[in-house]
């Protein structure tokens, strides 16, 4: 009886233990997603995505003025995002931020406490790209943060968001976070949502860095894409 | 032969062919306002004959009215969630990926109040319906239904396939303001409360199902010599019968529906297991036990609304009580001496303090009558109510200190709430 009583304490134990280690699921795929993009795609939200936290530790380490690190970074991760893209892709569209502000901002769930926010087209209306086609998939940046140390829970998980920053600022990792969908314009559904976190060892920030980190992210989308695959 | 085997497999495959995706908990109303709306240019179902389809699949719908919903056919935003949606409905896709998102399109669906809402579409050849009503903003229920240009027996097979459940009365338009204003019941600062009384006949005995005979058989064979003797007193089932009738009184009451007390009497008779073979007993007319009990339990249950008339609740108790063991003896008539072993015969403790634990279930019909059925585990074990002596160990053990049984009982109840 003893014995039962021990082993019955321990498994208890071990169910407490393990449900306090906090963990994420940070995509969601639709169950109709049977097939990544893989030739062509479509982008959007390359103007606007694009933030950069400690932007005067960023200004300094690139010896850019403070009042233009936010407006050069987003057009040099953007056109480092893009290159990369069309390296993956056969034909890459970019479909100006324009024809989306219109639609309202919406929530995804990916988890219990993990919302991501981002616009998505209205049900029954197709997005055209500026020659008047009709993509069949268009990749959805919501937000590409750059930072050093980010950790993707304190952008996205609620119960986490309005923790004050810590005192002191690491610089160890460049990280960059960021949130997409992969949206299928046939049928106006979202197809793969995800939030993916990259870091890098921080030596001495160059735009080589960063263009690097940019890199990094466009692949490891590709590859959560080829993966979210139902 | 040939006949009914053809005649079955077309019956398996109109089985096959039509796919129910999903259909969740919603509320039929009882003469419904059902609004036929579809982006086809020619709808599917005819509506006059689709009531008539309800009507003959359900009797319980009433007087059903049904009309094509041309407000919503004229609407631009519900015309463009219509081909979304028709477009979507695909085979055994969940609710929440059909949910419309446009926040103007929501508030449509909810302000139909209680009238149903029937979506249909054709696509590929084959009819999609999907069912709305007021609470949320996608689907309660959707299929696919094989497209044979009939429109009857489409309104039949849907009729059957969504309409086919118990229906509820509509609230007239004072009672639904009511309700709109009446406070949640979670929030009330005098928590409800569900009470009820009742008398029960049960049984008990000391051997728990499902466990091995070895554990009580020395408890239940031993018998009592000279009064007095047994192998061990550990248990008092080693002195009276251990199974036994039993009646029980009880009174309890539940707030919130979920966590609650009882307190509770239960009666019964033992017969001391006095050896055949003792001469002794001779002298002796009857000797037993009445076994008085009083405790009282915690109970944590939940309510489950079956019907209008019936709701059942399974609880799950556990508790405390008290046991008395009253002495009953005589000799026979003849006897007017009787033996010194008598005198100084088996005493129990004055009281004993137990444990129980278990488990059931009221049966409630028309909110008052029920029926309580219950099962469980009691104990009764030394009541300690000063230190033990320094000397304890050389004391001997108390009689009836570890004395176990299992219980089961059923009652009539009356059930209140307040």
């Known amino acids: 009886m003893k014995t039962v009583l021990h082993f019955a304490i321990c498994i208890l134990t071990m169910c407490i233990l393990c449900g306090c280690g906090q963990s994420y699921c940070w995509h969601q795929s639709h169950p109709n997603y049977k097939k ?9 939200g390359l103007g606007d995505a694009f933030v950069v936290t400690r932007s005067s530790w960023f200004a300094k380490k690139l010896d850019i003025s403070k009042d233009s690190i936010q407006t ?36 995804q769930k990916l988890d219990t406490r993990i919302f991501m926010k981002g616009r998505l087209p209205e049900q029954g209306i197709v997005v055209k790209d500026s020659a008047g ?24 998980d609620y119960a986490l968001i309005h923790n004050e920053a810590p005192e002191k600022k690491t610089s160890k990792n460049l990280s960059a976070i960021v949130s997409y969908t992969l949206w299928d314009n046939m049928k106006q559904r979202p197809l793969y949502s995800a939030v993916n976190q990259v870091d890098q060892p921080n030596v001495k920030l160059t735009l080589a860095d960063i263009n690097k980190i940019v890199v990094s992210s466009v692949q490891q989308i590709t590859q959560s894409l080829a993966a979210g695959v139902q | 032969m ?16 039509d796919n129910v995706f999903f259909h969740n908990h919603w509320t039929l109303w009882k003469d419904a306002d059902v609004l036929i709306w579809s982006a086809d240019k020619t709808p599917a179902l005819d509506p006059k004959e ?19 919903f041309g407000e919503w056919e004229r609407d631009s935003i519900a015309m463009r969630y219509a081909g979304w949606l028709i477009a979507n409905m695909d085979k055994g896709i969940k609710a929440e990926y059909l949910r419309a998102r446009h926040p103007a399109m929501v508030a449509k669906i909810e302000s139909v109040e209680d009238k149903l809402i029937l979506f249909i579409g054709e696509r590929d050849g084959q009819i999609y319906a999907a069912t709305f009503d007021e609470n949320a903003a996608e689907p309660v229920a959707a299929g696919v239904f094989e497209s044979t240009g009939d429109k009857i027996a489409l309104g039949d097979k849907i009729a059957d396939a969504f ?40 049984y008990s005995q000391a051997k728990i199902p499902l466990t091995p005979n070895n554990w009580y058989s020395s408890h239940i064979n031993s018998r009592v010599r000279n009064y007095r003797i047994t192998k061990d007193s550990v248990s008092l089932w080693n002195f009276i019968d251990d199974s036994d009738p039993q009646v029980a009184l009880y009174v309890g009451g539940t707030w919130y529906g979920f966590i609650g007390a009882e307190l509770m009497y239960r009666y019964s008779y033992h017969d001391v297991k006095t050896d055949p073979q003792d001469t002794i007993y001779r002298e002796l007319d009857y000797w037993g036990f009445h076994q008085h009990e009083v405790g009282i339990n915690v109970v944590l249950s939940r309510t489950y609304n079956l019907t209008k008339w019936f709701h059942t609740t399974p609880f799950a108790f556990i508790g405390f009580q008290y046991s008395f063991f009253v002495e009953d003896i005589g000799l026979k008539n003849d006897h007017k001496e009787h033996s010194k072993a008598y005198d100084v015969r088996i005493k129990f403790e ?32 030394r009541n300690i109510e000063e230190d033990p002596s320094p000397d304890a160990a050389a004391e001997p053990t108390t009689i009836g200190s570890s004395t176990i049984d299992c219980f089961v009982n059923l009652g009539l109840e009356y059930h209140f709430s307040m």
């Open chain 2, 2 to 17: 040939k006949r009914i085997v053809l005649a079955l497999l077309i019956f398996v495959c109109s089985v096959f062919a």
């Open chain 2, 163 to 202: 309409f086919d459940g118990t229906t509820k009365r509509r609230l007239t338009k004072e009672e639904r303001a009511k309700k709109m204003t009446e406070p949640d019941e979670s929030y009330k600062e005098i928590p409800g409360f569900q009470g009820w009384a009742g008398v029960a006949v049960g």
């Open chain 1, 133 to 156: 086609n009709v993509p069949a998939y268009i990749l959805i940046i919501h937000e590409f943060t750059l930072g050093t140390d980010l950790q993707r829970e304190n952008f996205y």
């Open chain 2, 50 to 68: 689709f009531c008539l389809s309800l009507k003959r699949n359900n009797t319980g719908i009433g007087e059903p009215k049904c009309r094509l």
């Open chain 1, 36 to 44: 990544a993009p893989t030739d062509s795609i479509a982008v959007t």
């Open chain 2, 350 to 381: 004055d009281s004993y303090k137990g444990a129980l634990v278990g488990i059931g279930s009221h049966f409630v019909f028309f909110d008052h009558y029920g029926l309580g059925l219950r099962a469980g585990i009691s104990s009764r074990g």
């Open chain 1, 72 to 107: 050069f970074t987003s057009h040099f991760c953007s056109k480092a995002f893009l290159d990369q893209l069309q390296k993956s892709y056969k034909a890459v569209t970019v479909i100006p931020d324009a024809a989306f502000s219109h639609f309202p901002e919406e929530s």
